[in-house]
């Protein structure tokens, strides 16, 4: 990429099978998903994504692959899902990375579901907004100084595995007042939740 990009995903179901972006200061590459639409990411590829992703109501975002965000030279990048919206780490190949610099939003009646692997590395930001869902039925990790927000009205449906850490000394990140864990919510399942301080 030698430019800013825009990927705008229009009324469809689009796969993508490998993007590699080597990037600068001033380079991103930003996805929309429209209402409606799916992003797939492919079960055999290898995408590394720096720039913003947006998933409008009701778009669906489908990791099925590796699929890692880095980050732009003192830049920030946003993943927002918006109302109604869907995100999936599908299977045991699906491997969802948030590196340093990522802010990762779950809105409103918006639902994760993770089905493979999800790391949230440090001084990232995964924020679980009040009405959002998140079903974890592979192993998610929240690494040393990553911040966490499972806000008030959250609930949070663990059938798998979730590594959490005390992340900073404060009352704002982690699991806060009022939000839902449930543990080993699904017919013959039987979930783990890991404190590593």
Do not use: C
């Amino acid at each position: 990429v030698v430019q800013k990009q825009l990927m705008n995903f229009q009324t469809g179901n689009f796969k993508v099978s490998a993007i590699d972006t080597s990037l600068g200061s001033h380079y991103s590459t930003s996805v929309n998903v429209a209402s409606f639409s799916t992003y797939n990411i492919s079960k055999d590829a290898n995408v590394v994504h720096s720039g913003n992703i947006n998933v409008l109501k009701a778009g669906i975002l489908n990791i099925d692959g590796q699929f890692k965000t880095i980050k732009p030279t003192e830049e920030t990048t946003n993943i927002t899902f918006n109302n109604k919206s869907e995100a999936s780490v599908v299977g045991t190949t699906g491997k969802f990375t948030l590196s340093t610099g990522t802010a990762f939003t779950i809105n409103d009646q918006a639902t994760l579901t993770n089905k493979g692997e999800m790391i949230v590395e440090s001084e990232s930001k995964a924020i679980y907004n009040s009405g959002s869902t998140y079903n974890i039925d592979g192993v998610t990790t929240y690494n040393l100084g990553a911040l966490v927000y499972h806000k008030s009205g959250s609930t949070t449906n663990i059938t798998g595995t979730l590594n959490s850490y005390v992340l900073v000394n404060s009352a704002t990140d982690g699991f806060l007042a009022r939000s839902t864990i449930n543990i080993g919510s699904a017919t013959n399942k039987v979930g783990e939740l890991n404190f590593a301080q």
